[in-house]
């Protein structure tokens, strides 16, 4: 069976949520194919996990895109149209956990420059929100918006592993990662 490079990179993205640690050749397995064919796609472990921290900084990007972050934040937003957008943005986050999961606990961003430059702007357009929320009143203004910032990252870790193990039924997620946040933050 001839994979192509985004058949392959499905397929490893599924299973490094699953088993983090996967071996090339456990992915080439999964994908239905020889090892050599993963290498001619990916000569290293190392640029296969490049590729995947790339394409899910490029999918974090689009959920900015998606609910229209940058405008929300030029806007001037009363505190119910940031609550709105802070919703959609957190939802949209959760529903797009799923596919990336893995890149939350792969360090294979950090050590690459390009990754590590758009992750910090990403970050910080969701910090500005949180900010704009504090100010707004919607989110509480004494926690350092980049506790929340990384309160966030923190729940995602936590929703990833939550489903890797089987601990939380799938419907129940976005309840139960609204709540936890707010709860914590208003």
């Known amino acids: 069976m001839a994979a192509s490079r985004d ?3 499905a397929v490893a993205i599924h299973h490094l949520n ?12 999964a994908a239905g ?13 190392a640029e ?3 590729e995947l921290s790339s394409r899910a900084m490029d999918a974090w990007a689009k959920t900015h895109a998606a609910v229209g972050l940058d405008e ?14 802070l919703d959609e943005l957190l939802t949209v986050t959760l529903a797009h956990s799923d596919e990336h999961g893995f890149a939350l606990t792969d ?22 929100l949180f ?9 509480r203004a004494d926690l350092p918006p980049r506790w929340v910032s990384n309160l966030v990252y923190g729940l995602l870790v936590a929703v990833r592993e939550s489903m890797r193990r089987g601990d939380v039924a799938r419907r129940d997620l976005p309840r139960i990662f609204l709540e936890t946040f707010y709860r914590g933050t208003t």
């Not at 699953?18 to 397995?29: D, V």
């Not at 360090?107 to 500005?128: F, P, Y």
């Not at 900010?131 to 989110?139: D, I, K, S």
């Open 7 to 9: 058949e392959i990179v």
């Open 18 to 29: 699953h088993a983090p640690n996967a071996s090339m050749a456990e992915i080439a397995q």
């Open 33 to 45: 194919i020889s090892r050599a064919t993963l290498h001619r796609h990916f000569s290293t472990r």
């Open 48 to 50: 296969l996990q490049y």
């Open 72 to 85: 929300a934040l030029s806007a001037g937003l009363d505190a119910a149209g940031l609550k709105r957008v």
């Open 107 to 128: 360090h294979t961003a950090d050590r690459h420059e390009d990754l590590v430059r758009r992750a910090h702007e990403l970050e910080e357009r969701e910090i500005a």
């Open 131 to 139: 900010t704009a929320a504090q100010r707004a009143g919607v989110l």
